[in-house]
């Protein structure tokens, strides 16, 4: 019998995990990837023996990726050693107090008691609420959303009395603690999502518990040493790479899509799937006149999330103190924002997010070196700045920032330096108006509202990765593929049923 054939678009982690099931299952998997190396966002940067993670550094929640790697056959825990953080991250505050956030109940609620002693306990209480309402949800998040009527299942009506839709997350979390600050410290997770937690829906809650519950993970190498084996395993199972070769254009038959072209070859198969930026990719690649419902103009309508700026910075020496994981939360956060999100300007006091990943893992760094990673939240493209221009002021302050957490020396340890701005993302690694996370995750943009696993617009496409459902963040990317390669396989079998030679 011959096999069926499959095309990849993007060797991104939901790319990745499809091309593992879908090989295993029997099809002739190609990945086509427009870098030289897989990984996409969650590729490696590395330089002059230093080593760090493109993007995700949070590896949460392993159970989705954990049951990926058995179903064709291999223990990710073997496979990609990883280490369960302790503690998870230190949060600073620019309006004072620290907290070192560990799944110790009893050490939180210690720490709890020197920012508010009415909120003692309040923790707790979130966690058991969020249990269940994770619980709830699980089925939501497991299952594709291809109309309407998919919001009157059984799972949709049992979620329904935890799901709050006009209530923000942070709203949710002033339900539990009085404390502002405490607020953020179990609401900032929302720009997991891109999104501030003021505008992120309530049901986002669940992300921090996620992180209490089930902990924060580093993978030996970090989270890019996790897209690199899944690539060597897809190799095993006979997936075959193209790398350096971005898709120009497809072949229409009608609405289906019979190939694509690279710079190189035309693959033709008997379903594709597109793991590339979404809207980057459609709006590039299918012509306009082609899709019916995400138009060009439909897209620019859509909300995204926010970009980052990115500093990879390669360390003479160490910071020993500086945990592995620190967020800084700005004086004055909702103004912070505010400009990210609202006036688009570039902040004066912005909040950020350190890894010093080398207390963990000396791997990354050279003899006697470490690695920093800074992100600073900022706007998406808008053409409101000029990164070009505004970049290197934007360096000086960050490095500036970093005193507030005790790096008043980086500057003099600094060995290399890489940068990343917002117009870098959307040049070098194709993402629509640099939204590093994606379309935002408003509720007009969820669930059959996002783009679907089986693409509405074209026959025999698919979409995995954050612009599809279940949508942004490593464990519900992995997720949506599990649920594209289920209705892909389904789709050809019944496609298979249906031809005329196989009866």
């Given at each position: 019998?011959?096999?069926?054939?499959?095309v990849?678009?993007?060797?991104?982690?939901?790319?990745?995990?499809a091309?593992?099931?879908?090989?295993h299952?029997?099809?002739?998997?190609?990945?086509?990837e427009?870098r030289?190396r897989?990984?996409?966002?969650?590729?490696?940067?590395?330089?002059?023996?230093?080593?760090?993670?493109?993007?995700?550094?949070?590896?949460?929640y392993?159970?989705?990726?954990?049951?990926?790697?058995?179903s064709?056959?291999?223990?990710l825990?073997?496979e990609?050693?990883?280490?369960?953080?302790?503690?998870?991250?230190?949060?600073?505050?620019?309006?004072?107090?620290q907290?070192?956030?560990?799944?110790?109940?009893?050490?939180?609620?210690?720490?709890?008691?020197?920012f508010?002693p009415?909120?003692?306990?309040?923790?707790?209480r979130?966690?058991d609420?969020?249990?269940?309402k994770?619980?709830?949800f699980?089925?939501?998040?497991?299952?594709?959303f291809?109309?309407?009527a998919?919001?009157?299942?059984?799972?949709?009506?049992?979620a329904?009395p935890?799901?709050?839709?006009?209530?923000s997350?942070?709203?949710?979390?002033q339900?539990y603690?009085?404390?502002?600050r405490?607020?953020?410290?179990?609401?900032?997770?929302?720009?997991?999502l891109?999104?501030?937690?003021?505008?992120?829906p309530?049901?986002?809650?669940?992300?921090?518990?996620?992180?209490?519950?089930?902990?924060?993970?580093?993978?030996?190498?970090?989270?890019?040493?996790?897209s690199?084996?899944m690539?060597?395993?897809?190799?095993?199972?006979?997936?075959?790479?193209?790398?350096?070769?971005p898709?120009?254009?497809?072949?229409?038959?009608?609405?289906?899509?019979r190939s694509?072209?690279?710079?190189?070859?035309?693959?033709?198969?008997?379903?594709?799937?597109i793991?590339?930026?979404?809207?980057?990719?459609?709006?590039?690649?299918?012509?306009?006149n082609?899709?019916?419902?995400w138009?060009?103009e439909?897209?620019?309508?859509?909300?995204?999330?926010?970009?980052?700026?990115?500093?990879?910075?390669?360390?003479?020496?160490?910071?020993?103190?500086?945990p592995?994981?620190?967020i800084?939360?700005?004086?004055?956060?909702?103004?912070?924002?505010?400009?990210?999100?609202?006036?688009?300007?570039?902040?004066?006091?912005p909040s950020?997010?350190?890894?010093?990943?080398?207390v963990?893992?000396?791997s990354?760094?050279?003899?006697g070196?470490?690695?920093?990673?800074?992100?600073?939240?900022?706007?998406?493209?808008?053409?409101?700045?000029?990164?070009?221009r505004?970049?290197?002021?934007?360096?000086?302050?960050?490095?500036?920032?970093?005193?507030a957490?005790?790096?008043g020396?980086?500057?003099?340890r600094?060995?290399f330096?890489?940068?990343?701005?917002?117009?870098?993302?959307?040049t070098?690694?194709?993402?629509?108006?640099?939204?590093?996370?994606?379309?935002?995750?408003n509720?007009?943009?969820?669930?059959?509202?996002?783009?679907?696993?089986?693409?509405?617009d074209?026959?025999?496409?698919?979409?995995?990765?954050?612009?599809?459902?279940?949508?942004s963040?490593?464990?519900?990317?992995?997720?949506s593929?599990?649920?594209?390669?289920?209705?892909?396989?389904?789709?050809?079998?019944?496609r298979l049923s249906?031809?005329?030679?196989s009866?």
């Amino acid at each position: 019998m011959v096999k069926r054939k499959v095309v990849v678009v993007g060797a991104g982690p939901g790319g990745l995990a499809a091309a593992m099931q879908l090989a295993h299952a029997g099809c002739d998997v190609t990945v086509l990837e427009r870098r030289d190396r897989p990984g996409g966002r969650t590729s490696a940067i590395e330089s002059d023996g230093f080593r760090f993670d493109c993007g995700p550094t949070f590896f949460l929640y392993p159970r989705v990726l954990q049951e990926i790697f058995a179903s064709v056959g291999y223990d990710l825990m073997k496979e990609v050693p990883m280490v369960r953080l302790e503690p998870q991250y230190r949060l600073t505050f620019g309006g004072g107090g620290q907290l070192d956030c560990t799944a110790d109940m009893d050490e939180m609620d210690r720490q709890i008691q020197q920012f508010s002693p009415a909120d003692v306990g309040a923790l707790r209480r979130y966690m058991d609420d969020n249990r269940v309402k994770l619980a709830k949800f699980r089925p939501i998040l497991e299952s594709p959303f291809s109309s309407p009527a998919d919001l009157m299942r059984r799972s949709m009506v049992g979620a329904a009395p935890h799901l709050h839709p006009f209530r923000s997350l942070g709203k949710e979390l002033q339900r539990y603690f009085s404390d502002p600050r405490l607020v953020i410290a179990f609401a900032f997770q929302s720009k997991y999502l891109g999104m501030s937690p003021f505008n992120c829906p309530s049901l986002f809650s669940i992300l921090s518990f996620l992180e209490y519950e089930y902990g924060v993970w580093h993978p030996i190498g970090g989270c890019s040493r996790v897209s690199e084996r899944m690539a060597e395993i897809a190799q095993d199972l006979g997936v075959k790479f193209r790398f350096n070769e971005p898709v120009r254009s497809v072949s229409l038959d009608g609405r289906d899509v019979r190939s694509l072209t690279t710079d190189t070859a035309t693959y033709d198969a008997d379903a594709f799937v597109i793991n590339a930026d979404f809207a980057d990719w459609i709006t590039r690649t299918v012509p306009n006149n082609k899709r019916k419902r995400w138009t060009d103009e439909s897209i620019a309508k859509k909300r995204f999330s926010c970009s980052t700026f990115m500093l990879y910075l390669g360390i003479e020496g160490q910071y020993p103190d500086l945990p592995h994981h620190s967020i800084h939360i700005s004086a004055d956060y909702e103004n912070n924002l505010r400009e990210i999100e609202q006036s688009h300007t570039l902040s004066q006091d912005p909040s950020f997010y350190v890894q010093n990943a080398c207390v963990t893992d000396p791997s990354l760094a050279p003899a006697g070196h470490s690695t920093l990673y800074v992100l600073v939240p900022v706007t998406h493209q808008t053409g409101s700045i000029d990164w070009e221009r505004q970049s290197p002021a934007f360096r000086e302050l960050t490095l500036d920032r970093l005193s507030a957490i005790g790096l008043g020396d980086i500057r003099d340890r600094i060995r290399f330096e890489h940068v990343l701005t917002p117009q870098t993302w959307q040049t070098d690694y194709a993402i629509y108006k640099g939204a590093t996370f994606n379309l935002a995750h408003n509720l007009g943009q969820m669930l059959h509202n996002r783009p679907r696993n089986r693409f509405e617009d074209l026959g025999r496409v698919y979409l995995v990765g954050g612009g599809t459902h279940p949508g942004s963040g490593l464990p519900v990317i992995y997720e949506s593929s599990r649920i594209t390669s289920k209705l892909l396989l389904d789709d050809l079998d019944k496609r298979l049923s249906d031809s005329p030679l196989s009866v």
